[in-house]
């Protein structure tokens, strides 16, 4: 038998090394009371769906042609002006911003995986929220994956690079990714993930910790961020395509969640103890003969 080595370690996914790093504070929080499931549960309808996303994922990647021609050349509206404003000047500086793009969307694409597995089913010991997170995780990456895949696929939009591919030796051309632009892949993704982690915490609360969940919520969004502004630095995406990323990671890992289970209104802080307080205005006697308006909380 051999002993694991830091060697051993350094071949893990980053994200897996994350997950194995949180676990002890994960499992180190206090419970203060049992988490269950109170929102609608994952319907066969939606694993339908997550089926279908998912197969046009894959037939997506599968068919994106090896290079041909593009049908959508150059940018519009700011594209050009911020693209040349943004843009890294070598290709090194390119590949080191690409690097970080990676880097960031793998860790907003991944942390939903924390939350599932350290958080849900560890610390809190619920199999049925870990399980429900799960399939609406799945359901979000499907839905971006196929969204952006096909969307990449129909437009075929060049990327910026791409102009310059016939005056000098960028490694990136000639490849299938050519004219893939439009929508931003890895920023959908990226985003999908941020708006997960954001709704998964708002509302279940996972920390025990709301100031917590929000500093983490707002550290997905600019890791989210990041990964997109890096893909223009590095020249792989106009402002547009990455702009357009971030509409569908806020529909699917947002909207579409909210509206088939959550709900777009932020429930009572059972978990905390802190009840909720309905405001209303109503009418307020003011002096002698005189009424006005006033804010009125009501507990429940």
Known sequence: MRLATPEDASRLPHWMLLVLLLAPAGTALAQEAPLG???????????????????GTF????????????????????????QDALRARSEEGQERALSVSNTLWRATMFYPLVDVWVLALGAHGSSEV????????????????????????????????????????????????????????????????????????????????????????????????????????????????????FAVGVLSGYVIPAWLHYGFSQPADSRSGRPRVRWSVAPQPMGVGGVGLGLVGILP
Not at 45 to 53: D, G, W
Not at 138 to 144: C, I
């Open 130 to 245: 870990a399980a429900q997170m799960l399939l609406i995780d799945l359901q979000a990456f499907a839905f971006t994956g196929s969204v952006t895949l096909i969307g990449q696929l129909v437009t075929r939009r060049d990327r910026p690079y791409v102009e310059r591919c016939a005056t000098t030796n960028l490694t990136a051309c000639g490849t299938k990714r050519d004219h893939t632009s439009f929508p931003s892949g890895h920023t959908g993704a990226a985003m999908t993930g941020a708006m997960l982690t954001c709704l998964h915490h708002r509302r279940l609360n996972l920390l025990n910790n709301r100031a917590a969940s929000n500093l983490l919520c707002g550290a997905a969004v600019t890791a989210a961020v990041g990964t997109g502004v890096m893909r223009i630095v590095g020249d792989r995406h106009f402002t547009t395509d990455v702009l357009a990323g």
């Open 37 to 55: 499931w109170d929102y609608p549960k994952f319907r066969k309808e939606e694993a339908a769906a997550t089926v279908v996303f998912g197969i």
């Open 59 to 82: 037939v997506a990647e599968v068919v994106q042609p090896t290079v041909g021609e593009g049908r959508w050349r150059g940018g519009f509206l700011f594209d050009d002006t911020l």
